[in-house]
Nanobody, 114 residues
Framework: QVQLVESGGGLVQPGGSVNLSCAIS????????WAWYRQPAGKQREVVAH???????TYADFVKGRFTISRDNAKNTVDLQMNSLKPEDTAVYYC????????WGQGIQVTVSS
């Protein structure tokens, strides 16, 4: 049974940076996509970025050039480096993997505020 645990969130000032990390425990050879989503308060969950098993990455327009998704096979982690943060980036961020269905982490709060 795969479990996902996010870490690294918190309060950051506008223009600042934070790195989110998702530790993936358990073994699942069927996973072909790793992703980060976010859900601002009162809004729907939206995709931020994802990385495929062939390392191709895709980003939402609102984070292009600011966020970077990466995967470490040896550590079995997927990170989201977030730079030039804006108040509108405030949200609960979720790690997810796809093996035909979505498996979710519990989410972690990122608040961008002065």
């Amino acid at each position: 049974q795969v479990q996902l645990v996010e870490s690294g969130g918190g309060l950051v000032q506008p223009g600042g940076s934070v790195n989110l990390s998702c530790a993936i425990s358990g073994t699942n050879d069927k996973i072909y996509l790793w992703a980060w989503y976010r859900q601002p308060a009162g809004k729907q969950r939206e995709v931020v970025a994802h990385i495929r098993s062939d390392s191709v990455t895709t980003y939402a327009d609102f984070v292009k050039g600011r966020f970077t998704i990466s995967r470490d096979n040896a550590k079995n982690t997927v990170d989201l480096q977030m730079n030039s943060l804006k108040p509108e980036d405030t949200a609960v961020y979720y790690c997810a993997v796809v093996d035909g269905s979505f498996l979710w982490g519990q989410g972690i709060q990122v608040t961008v505020s002065s």
